[in-house]
């Protein structure tokens, strides 16, 4: 009997021994990869006038955005409410290009625009409907108007909402960068 209880006694020893080292070595690599994936990304952020730019290299892929002030309306590609003023700095233009490993990944550039108008919600969701009748339309839950249109690759978008006693006019196109 002492024999048998001995020779688990010793089995389960050589187990959690095995179990043990299993483990350390499994921080251990674990700790390692993280110190190999903190040294070796990088972040570079640079700023010229008014246009940001901020790049990230990991060794799993990249990303980069650049920022852009002064969009002029017609890089968005929708027609513009008349009358309707633009709102100070709206102009945004932000190319993301994502990339992993050396087969690269995507591209898409944003570029966004707001208006303001002190005529109804009403008139210019009508002006929207004329000068867009192959739009889709969205009345939203929130009392606002989407319009969409697919193109080649990228997407033209007009929103519409009320606010403040104006009425808000956000158009923005977003697609490849080629297309945009």
Known sequence: MRRAQGESGRALTIVLGCLGITLAVLIFAGV???????RHVQVEETQSGQTKKVRIETP???????????????E??????PGAAKVSN????????????QHGGGQFTVRVLEFTT????????AFYRKECPN????????????????DQGAARV????SGHSQTHITVARVGAPGIN
């Open 118 to 125: 002190p005529d109804s919600a009403a008139q210019v969701t």
């Open 158 to 161: 007009v929103t519409i909402r």
């Open 76 to 81: 968005v590609g929708a027609p513009l409410y």
């Open 32 to 38: 390692m990869g993280g110190l190999y994936f903190a």
């Open 135 to 150: 739009w889709r339309v969205d009345e939203k839950f929130d009392g606002s108007v989407e319009f969409k249109l697919p």
């Open 60 to 74: 799993l892929g990249s990303l980069r955005v650049n920022e852009g002030v002064d969009l002029d309306a017609k």
């Open 90 to 101: 709206s102009g945004k233009s932000v190319n993301v290009a994502l990339g992993v490993g």
